[in-house]
C-alpha cells in the first residue's frame, strides 16, 4: 500500500522541463502548463503530454487533435506558474501580460513565443490513466533558436534552472569475458567533449593475487569505448582491467572468470 504522504509528494523526487501547451476552441485560444512534457520519439519527433482528464485544454486537445508547444526557459517562470493557476474555463490566460504568440505555420494552433523549443504537434495516441491521459503528438512543425542558449525551466517541486554541467571526468566501465578467451570491453567518460582527434584510452590487467600490471594495449577511440581484446593470460579470480584516458580519472572494471 502506497502512503498517501508519499503520493503528495511524488512531483518533487522527479524532474522535467516545464511545457506551456496551446490549444483552440470556439472562443479562442487556451494554454497551460504542463510539468510532465518529454520527447519520446526522434524520427519524427513525438512529444508526451500528461494532462489531467478534467483540464480544459485537455478537452479541447482531445476535440481538435491538435496543439501546441513550447518548452519554457527560466525567464518564462512568472508566466509558467499563472498558465498552472487558473483554468481556461473561467479566464482567458491567451491575454497574459507577457505572453506573445506565433501564428501557426501548420496546425490551426498558435505556439508560445520563447523558450528552448516550440513545436506544432498532431495527436497521433493517447493513453488513459488514473485521473490522467497521456497525450502523444507528432510534432510536424518545429522551430529552435541556437543562438538563445537558454536555460530550461526546470520542475522539482519548485522551479529551477538548470546549474552548471557536471564535469567529473569519469571513466566508468564492464567488461564481459568470452569463451574464446577474449574480452569485451565497454567504457564511457563522463564530462568530456567528443574530441576531433581519437584520445588514446589505454588498458592495463592489474592482478588480483598481486604483483606487478600487465599492460593490455592502447586503443585509440572516441567519447566511448566499445573493443574486444585479447589478454596475456586467462583471467583469474580477482583479476581487473584499469581503464584511463588522458584527460579521466581510470576506473578498475571487475574481470571476469569464465
Avoid at 167 to 176: D, F
Wanted: with cysteine; charged share 20%; proline share 8%.
Amino acid at each position: 500500500m502506497i502512503s498517501q504522504d508519499l503520493v503528495e509528494q511524488l512531483m518533487r523526487y522527479g524532474t522535467s522541463t516545464v511545457g506551456i501547451i496551446t490549444a483552440t476552441g470556439r472562443s479562442g485560444v487556451n494554454l497551460m502548463s504542463a510539468e510532465w512534457t518529454y520527447l519520446v520519439a526522434r524520427r519524427p519527433p513525438h512529444f508526451a503530454v500528461g494532462c489531467q482528464i478534467k483540464n480544459h485544454t485537455t478537452g479541447l486537445i482531445l476535440e481538435r487533435r491538435e496543439f501546441g508547444l513550447t518548452l519554457c526557459d527560466a525567464s518564462m517562470a512568472s508566466l509558467a506558474n499563472f498558465a498552472g493557476t487558473f483554468t481556461g474555463a473561467e479566464i482567458d490566460k491567451s491575454s497574459a501580460s507577457g505572453l506573445r504568440l506565433r501564428e501557426p505555420a501548420v496546425t490551426g494552433t498558435p505556439t508560445v513565443e520563447g523558450g528552448t523549443l516550440s513545436a506544432e504537434c498532431r495527436v497521433r495516441s493517447v493513453v488513459d490513466l488514473p485521473d490522467y491521459a497521456l497525450i502523444v503528438g507528432e510534432a510536424v512543425w518545429m522551430t529552435v533558436d541556437p543562438a538563445r542558449n537558454a536555460a530550461p525551466l526546470v520542475k522539482h517541486g519548485g522551479m529551477y534552472e538548470l546549474g552548471e554541467r557536471i564535469l567529473s571526468r569519469q571513466v566508468t566501465g564492464s567488461a564481459t569475458a568470452y569463451p574464446d578467451g577474449t574480452v569485451r570491453l565497454c567504457a564511457s567518460a563522463q564530462g568530456v567533449d567528443d574530441p576531433e582527434q581519437p584520445v588514446p584510452w589505454t588498458v592495463t590487467l592489474s592482478p588480483g593475487a598481486g604483483g606487478p600490471e600487465v599492460p593490455v594495449g592502447t586503443v585509440r577511440d572516441g567519447e566511448d569505448l566499445d573493443v574486444v581484446i585479447e589478454l596475456p593470460r586467462a583471467p583469474l579470480p580477482g583479476d581487473a582491467l584499469i581503464v584511463a584516458r588522458p584527460d579521466c580519472r581510470p576506473v578498475r572494471v571487475a574481470l571476469p572468470t569464465t
